[in-house]
């Protein structure tokens, strides 16, 4: 059973109980991420994501990472647009240890001078890393592209002008603002009790004064008339591309119908993509789709690696796949071969108590409500051809089409991209 409960101080704990486990995964999930930041300061969440890996008051970076890997965990965090997590995976026993470490994290961080100025040059790092790998590189082209000019369309790591520029007065200000216990949620999935949980969060997660502004984002803007390109010249061994549109926030009801779709046009080596693109042209060794799901959008992507020499071809054919399922009924078979794939591939995540974890504090953090399983699966149940049809064309067109390109593109490529991008 989802159990929650709000403490005086704000602060929201939710647990599920998996008594046949052995393990209990934590996290604690504070909302601010990417999309919360004005320009000057992006990728100051990611920043300082890193920074309270770095030592508290209590313990040193070395002490944080022993506390747990010394009693068989895990720890580990995460920046998104929306989300920040700091996580850890222990076995039973430990929930008060892992809870300590976390809340000793998130609450006494040193944030010292020293360890500013290295995590600086690890960030710098880490982003001309992946601008080096063009593959995740378009995606961010992608981003660009679907949300310009905003901060959903900004790279989580922020850009290296930024990131020079952050100071530890600005990051002390933005932690003093966000990482308070009415902007925190603790979830942990696994063989512990509710009420043992809330005992250690009343016992290391102190009550502090809650901030005067309010914490907000800017609400997405979507304007856009027709299709959109975005092609960068690189002297690379395949051609990258990342073609994506505007599609449905989290809490949109047909977010089960597009899960379906997803899996259909390119979830698995049973997708229509896969089967095009890959196995019957070989145009591609990798080849699929994703969702991206906001508080207030969203977009379904098409990402793939591409033969430069058959660049154009691909781009066809993916078009041609999107342009039949706007037009044809899916078959019912493939229909239901789809939801058992869903109502499958959920289930299995749901058996770890990390995967459990994930997804209980992502749907906690961003729809503040327990989603049960049974109604998910319910929902999926219900989705006919009609529903699919609909929600492609709704979804799948023209005005809102993108596309990113990374690779050795000649000028006369580019422009049969172009004349191409189309449904």
């Given amino acids: 059973m989802y159990k929650k409960t709000t403490l005086n101080n704000g602060l929201t704990v939710a647990s599920y109980h998996m008594p046949e486990r052995c393990s209990v995964s934590l996290g604690i999930w504070i909302k601010a991420g990417a999309r919360y930041e004005q320009a000057g300061i992006s990728g100051i969440s990611h920043f300082l994501e890193h920074l309270l890996f770095k030592g508290t008051k209590r313990r040193s970076c070395e002490e944080l990472k022993q506390a747990i890997e010394g009693i068989g965990g895990s720890l580990n965090g995460f920046t998104t647009p929306e989300i920040t997590c700091y996580l850890a995976k222990v076995p039973a026993k430990y929930l008060g240890p892992g809870m300590d470490v976390l809340a000793d994290m998130v609450s006494n961080a040193n944030l010292a001078a020293k360890d500013i100025e290295m995590e600086r040059r690890v960030i710098l790092e880490e982003i001309r890393m992946y601008k080096d790998l063009p593959a995740h590189f378009v995606l961010d082209l992608l981003d660009k592209l679907l949300w310009p000019g905003q901060p959903l369309g900004m790279n989580v790591a922020g850009e290296a002008a930024t990131v020079k520029a952050i100071n530890r007065k600005q990051l002390l200000d933005y932690k003093a603002r966000f990482y308070q216990p009415d902007n925190i949620v603790v979830v942990a999935c696994g063989d512990l009790r509710h009420s043992r949980l809330l005992q250690e969060c009343r016992r290391h997660i102190p009550s502090l004064a809650r901030p005067k502004k309010k914490r907000e984002f800017l609400p997405a803007r979507r304007k856009q008339a027709g299709p959109q390109l975005n092609c960068r010249t690189k002297d690379c061994e395949q051609t990258h591309l990342a073609l994506g549109l505007h599609a449905l926030p989290r809490n949109h009801p047909g977010r089960y119908c597009l899960g379906l779709l997803h899996i259909i046009l390119g979830a698995n080596m049973s997708s229509r993509l896969f089967r095009e693109v890959r196995e019957r042209r070989g145009l591609a060794y990798e080849i699929g789709t994703s969702l991206k799901f906001f508080q207030d959008t969203g977009a379904f992507v098409v990402h793939a690696g591409i033969d430069n020499r058959r660049m154009v071809e691909a781009l066809e054919v993916i078009l041609q796949e999107l342009r039949k399922i706007k037009k044809n009924r899916v078959p019912e078979e493939e229909l ?88």
Avoid at 376 to 394: C, F, H, T
């Fill in 336 to 423: 239901q071969r789809a939801k058992e794939y869903y109502i499958g591939q959920l289930m299995l995540a749901l058996e770890s108590t990390c995967d459990h974890m994930l997804w209980l504090g992502e749907n906690f953090c961003s729809l503040n409500r327990f989603v049960h399983p049974e109604e998910i699966i319910r929902r999926v149940k219900e989705i006919s051809n009609e529903d699919l049809r609909g929600l492609a064309n709704e979804i799948l067109q023209n005005h809102k089409l993108n596309l990113a390109v990374i690779g050795p593109l000649k000028d006369k490529t580019q422009k049969r991209i172009a004349e191409r991008l189309t449904f």
